[in-house]
T-cell receptor, first 112, second 111 residues
Framework: IAGITQAPTSQILAAGRRMTLRCTQD?????MYWYRQDLGLGLRLIHY???????GKGEVPDGYSVSRANTDDFPLTLASAVPSQTSVYFC???????????FGPGTRLTVL | GEDVEQSLFLSVREGDSSVINCTYT??????LYWYKQEPGAGLQLLTYIFSNMDMKQDQRLTVLLNKKDKHLSLRIADTQTGDSAIYFCAEGRGSARQLTFGSGTQLTVLP
């Protein structure tokens, strides 16, 4: 049972480059989320998806885009990375019933 | 998140009780959560409470909710060294239960 997987585990990226962080869950959860975690700021929601085919903006969506073509995958794209996007990125999913969000192991991204 | 506030650090002796406090601002939140994050790992749900409850107990964990003051607390009884971690409170709102997290409380358990 994998739960939620994220790839890559870590990445160093030059500013201006395009990058897609991958997230896959095998729990058939309807809802999926992307958060970034920065020291002293906790986790902030970037984008979310209630169900396949729908997405919504979170607290800090600028500079990021998402898609939800199917239930299992929820990739996060940085079209043109900037140093302020250096962070640890967590993907999460839930059944949508409000009880628990399951988190992936995270992707550590450094933008130089 | 600025809507949810926690103190940054807490140190306790092994065997003592730990109390981690949290305040939130959105009275429409229907779920309130406590998550634990160990070094280098993702977040793990510890417990949650519905907004119409005052207290929830789960083994060593006790959650107290004061809706009037918008105050949430997590008490860990008989704290162990394995409890050392960052603890996040979060409020859930919206159709997809989007979570707004506090900045986390670093709990250090001293031997």
């Amino acid at each position: 049972i994998a739960g939620i997987t994220q790839a890559p585990t870590s990445q160093i990226l030059a500013a201006g480059r395009r990058m897609t962080l991958r997230c896959t869950q095998d729990m058939r959860h309807n809802a999926m989320y992307w958060y970034r975690q920065d020291l002293g700021l906790g986790l902030r929601l970037i984008h979310y998806s209630n169900t396949a085919g729908t997405t919504g903006k979170g607290e800090v969506p600028d500079g990021y885009s998402v898609s939800r073509a199917n239930t299992d995958d929820f990739p996060l794209t940085l079209a043109s990375a900037v140093p302020s996007q250096t962070s640890v990125y967590f993907c999460a999913s839930s059944s949508g019933e409000g009880n628990e969000q399951f988190f992936g192991p995270g992707t550590r991204l450094t933008v130089l | 998140g600025e809507d949810v506030e926690q103190s940054l650090f807490l140190s306790v002796r092994e065997g003592d009780s730990s109390v981690i406090n949290c305040t939130y601002t959105d009275s429409s939140s229907t779920y309130l959560y406590w998550y634990k994050q160990e070094p280098g790992a993702g977040l793990q749900l510890l417990t949650y409470i519905f907004s119409n409850m005052d207290m929830k107990q789960d083994q060593r964990l006790t959650v107290l909710l004061n809706k009037k003051d918008k105050h949430l607390s997590l008490r860990i009884a008989d704290t162990q060294t394995g409890d050392s971690a960052i603890y996040f409170c979060a409020e859930g709102r919206g159709s997809a239960r989007q979570l707004t997290f506090g900045s986390g409380t670093q709990l250090t358990v001293l031997p």
